[in-house]
């Protein structure tokens, strides 16, 4: 079956630090990745997305490439703003299993900016 | 924009109340979605639903119930609410090219 993988958290930065949140998947089809935010007391939120190998994603200065080689999916951003504190979550929706409709989450990362 | 909203943000009930948690969708999507958010499991599926009075059982059903009468409602409920069923609820819904749009949350506290 599907699954994603995400590193532990929680994860402290200093502001202007460069953050990476590592995640990995295991898939039998061809999935579409994607990564969502979810800050203090809101729901979850579509940071960004890659639908196909090599496939970067990014918005709102964050980037996370596609690799199939890798099963990969880990999510970057050069220098972290305290405003950037929210849970981050990496999912993958398998477009090939019939369950293109579904998405499987990862458990989440907590990060924490510190001004 | 999508919007998914949630009749409430936060409830407190008793346990054996009957509950109903309302979701709502402004995008005519077919697909809308229940899941359960608790610390260290991240989110768990409940039930889904692709179509108005269908529904399937997601992850982890057992205690709950759903009903989808119109394309863009669709709720969930307790039947009889209990301490373990004290969580974050999210609500979303999927056009057919896939992910999802989240609601706000419902934070549920069982007394």
């Known amino acids: 079956g599907n699954s994603v993988t995400q590193m532990e958290g929680p994860v402290t930065l200093s502001e202007e630090a460069f953050l990476t949140i590592n995640c990995t998947y295991t898939?039998?089809?061809?999935?579409?990745l994607f990564w969502y935010v979810q800050y203090p007391g809101e729901g979850l939120q579509l940071l960004l997305k890659a639908t196909k190998a090599d496939d970067k994603g990014s918005n709102k200065g964050f980037e996370a490439t596609y690799r199939k080689e890798t099963t990969s999916f880990h999510l970057e951003k050069g220098s972290v703003q305290v405003s950037d504190s929210a849970v981050y979550f990496c999912a993958l929706s398998d477009l090939t299993s019939g369950s293109a409709r579904q998405l499987t989450f990862g458990s989440g990362t907590q990060l924490t900016v510190l001004p | 924009d999508v919007k998914v909203t949630q009749s409430s943000r936060y409830l407190v009930k008793r346990t054996g109340e009957k509950v109903f948690l309302e979701c709502v969708q402004d995008m005519d999507h077919e697909n809308m979605f229940w899941y359960r958010q608790d610390p260290g499991l991240g989110l768990r599926l409940i039930y889904f639903s692709y179509d108005v009075k269908m529904k399937e059982k997601g992850d982890i059903p057992e205690g709950y119930s759903v009903s989808r009468e119109k394309k863009e409602r669709f709720s969930l409920i307790l039947e009889s609410a209990s301490t373990n069923q004290t969580s974050m609820y999210l609500c979303?819904?999927?056009?057919?090219?896939?992910?999802?749009?989240f609601g706000e949350g419902s934070r549920l506290t069982v007394l």
């Open positions: 979303a819904s999927s056009p057919p090219t896939g992910g999802l749009f």
């Open positions: 898939a039998t089809g061809y999935p579409s």
